[in-house]
């Protein structure tokens, strides 16, 4: 096949386009560090979550919430919207959490000096090991779930900034880039539906973190949730198996209460901004209603 001519040559040393039309470039840049003063709100149980319901950080509340389930009390948390969107994530506060200035970060004030924890599988295995639970104590098992929650950490970026950048987000379709990474998307799909063609979980019998850190990226996706109809785009029910363990996790009260915390956009009955106690999912949709972004 003969190459098409490109339409860009890199010149010898990059240059910052501030405002390059993508969707998300506004919050690009190309050197980490605070951009201004901002301390981070405190409230009152020893767990602070500074996040936003975005699948990332969807994995952290889907895990405090499911802990909460199983009446560890001690899971209590607050947590407080950072609307990277407007760059919280760039606050000195929050920079001193996360130095990557990204969300989900956790701060555990019940340790002798308080604990930041970042990245959105370590704080997935910090609070199941502090819990004791969603991660199976046996070594064999222990690593098959530790392989695939690690799994999703090293794949998910090209479903998310490889195949949902350039099919959804980038100013022009480049089919070089959707071809790319939908074939990419397909085949992690693929290693997922195999996996879980003879077995309920993807650890196996029991329910893990490794569900929990894959389910709100590819469950999402094959549930249609995620990327302009990219679930058909991708033919995601054609991955049964997915499709079912997707469908079984969806249903769980406790993945449905994770979904909604830090969520300020779509329905507002399916928005909780700030959470502080189990009763603020009882109380939302009226304080929600009429609530403008
Ligand atoms: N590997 C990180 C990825 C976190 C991440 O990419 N967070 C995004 C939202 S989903 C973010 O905060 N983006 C803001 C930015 O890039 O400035 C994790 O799993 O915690």
Redesign the pocket.
Known sequence: METPPSPYTPPKVWQWEAENGGT?AS??RPIAGPTHDQALPVGQHPLQLYS?A????Q?VTILLEELLALGITAAEYDAYP?K?NAGD??GSGFVAVNP?????ALVDRSTTLPTRV????S?LLYLAEKFGALLPTAPAQRTECLSWLFWQ?GSA?YL?GGFGHFYSYAPTKIKYCIDRFAMESKRQLDVLDRHLADKPYMGGDEYTIADIAIWPWYGALVLNRMYDNAAEFLEASSYTHVMRWAEAIAARPAVQRGRMVNRTWGLPEEQLHERHAASDFDTQTQDKIGTAD
């Open positions: 998300w919050i690009n936003l975005t699948p990332n950080g994995k950072i990277i994530q760039f990557n200035s990204k969300i989900p970042f990245e959105s599988g704080i950490m970026p998310g």
